[in-house]
T-cell receptor, first 111, second 114 residues
Framework: DQQVKQNSPSLSVQEGRISILNCDYT??????FLWYKKYPAEGPTFLIS?????DKNEDGRFTVFLNKSAKHLSLHIVPSQPGDSAVYFC??????????FGTGTSLTVIP | DAGVIQSPRHEVTEMGQEVTLRCKPI?????LFWYRQTMMRGLELLIY????????DSGMPEDRFSAKMPNASFSTLKIQPSEPRDSAVYFC????????????FGEGSRLTVL
């Protein structure tokens, strides 16, 4: 059973606007969350992370929000750029080493 | 550092043949993971190693799948015999020992079983 879910397979956004990618999880033992970005024919690359003791982490145009009570996290990209077009994977980890990934959301930023 | 290196990048084979995928992790990383990417399940963990020892292989789908890590710089994922439903992209990833250390992925091996 998927413990990390990304219910939107795709998202299209105009350049310069905000992109919001969502992720839900079921395991309350998850204590560390990450977002990865994947271009075609490449491996996923780390984008940003957040610990369960925080509710927000910001890195330049990327911000991740964590709502533990709702078991929900989101990635905000502002402003969106055409180079942001990629598949974004949400991942979560309980104390330990196993990372659980979602199915990905394909973001298209329209120039 | 060169990053995680996987080979082959592409493999096309016929049903019933043996397939071997290879991975060289980043030097100094003591965790190695094998993932499979499919449309339905996203990135699915197959097995992971710590200091060359398999820790969790519960994600390995069947006995047809096996993985080894004979030393700190090399791992293989073998499928024997292969089936069309094994067609997917297989990723190897490694990380260091930090609690908050993220995974570093290779570029993947795209397997097509006809």
């Amino acid at each position: 059973d998927q413990q990390v879910k990304q219910n939107s397979p795709s998202l299209s956004v105009q350049e310069g606007r905000i992109s919001i990618l969502n992720c839900d999880y079921t395991n309350s033992m998850f204590d560390y969350f990450l977002w990865y970005k994947k271009y075609p024919a490449e491996g996923p690359t780390f984008l940003i992370s957040i610990s369960s003791i925080k509710d927000k982490n910001e890195d330049g145009r990327f911000t991740v929000f964590l709502n533990k009570s709702a078991k929900h996290l989101s990635l905000h990209i502002v402003p969106s750029q055409p180079g942001d077009s990629a598949v974004y994977f949400c991942a979560a980890r309980p104390t330990g080493n196993q990372f659980y990934f979602g199915t990905g959301t394909s973001l298209t930023v329209i120039p | 550092d060169a990053g995680v290196i996987q080979s082959p990048r592409h493999e096309v084979t016929e049903m019933g043949q043996e397939v071997t995928l290879r991975c060289k992790p980043i030097s100094g990383h003591d965790y190695l993971f094998w993932y499979r990417q499919t449309m339905m399940r996203g990135l699915e963990l197959l097995i992971y190693f710590n200091n060359n020892v398999p820790i969790d292989d519960s994600g390995m789908p069947e006995d047809r799948f096996s993985a080894k890590m004979p030393n700190a710089s090399f791992s293989t994922l073998k499928i024997q015999p292969s089936e069309p439903r094994d067609s997917a992209v297989y990723f190897c990833a490694s990380r260091g020992g930090l609690v908050t250390g993220e995974l570093f992925f290779g570029e993947g091996s795209r397997l097509t079983v006809l």
